[in-house]
């Protein structure tokens, strides 16, 4: 397959540091936890503001 003379590379992410080692071993998953509790929570706002806002515009089409 040609290219086209372009020299692809890897991607690379680099994510934000974690740090692990500052926590205790026992709350680890507490922590965790509460991370994905708060992602959960900030995607259902998401969901509902977009819900809203569509529900709107359809009502001023009306």
Request: proline share 5%.
């Amino acid at each position: 397959m040609d290219d086209g003379g372009c020299k692809r590379r890897p991607l690379r992410i680099a994510l934000a540091g974690f740090p692990h080692r500052r926590i205790p071993r026992g709350y680890l998953h507490f922590t965790l936890g509460g991370y994905a509790h708060i992602l959960a929570l900030m995607t259902g706002i998401e969901v509902f503001a977009n819900l809203v806002a569509a529900y709107q515009e359809r009502q001023n089409e009306e």
